[in-house]
């Protein structure tokens, strides 16, 4: 593997970025707003309207993970990670700098549970 984080997996422990995420949930609102009709109309993927977007799913992502820390259950930590090492499975990089979260079976009943306690 040649991607700087297969090079250096030390600079790469706090799991997938809130960013990264953002823009994911981002890029899925386009699609279903491309959608929304029923029938498959192109959406640009650009200007303020996404920009928006992008700054309401990071702020939510930000506010998610200081609630769910605040609450001693670092949900958010735990999705980071656990996209983090599906990533590197996938690209075949067998590195655990993450902390280790058996996510195999996805978050709990209990995890959602004891975020809204």
Do not use: C, M
């Not at 990670?81 to 996938?90: D, F, I």
Request: hydrophobic share 40%; charged share 25%.
């Amino acid at each position: 593997a040649h991607a700087d984080g297969a090079k250096y997996p030390q600079y790469f422990t706090h799991g997938i970025p809130l960013k990264l995420i953002a823009f994911v949930l981002t890029a899925v609102e386009l699609a279903l707003d491309e959608w929304h009709t029923g029938n498959f109309e192109k959406v640009e993927f650009k200007g303020k309207k996404y920009e928006k977007v992008y700054n309401r799913h990071l702020d939510d992502l930000r506010r998610w993970k200081a609630f769910t820390e605040e609450r001693g259950e670092p949900l958010a930590q735990k999705l980071q990670n656990s996209l983090l090492e599906k990533a590197r499975s996938h690209a075949g990089v067998a590195v655990h700098s993450t902390p280790h979260v058996d996510t195999s079976e996805g978050l709990s009943l209990e995890d959602f549970i004891a975020n809204q306690a």
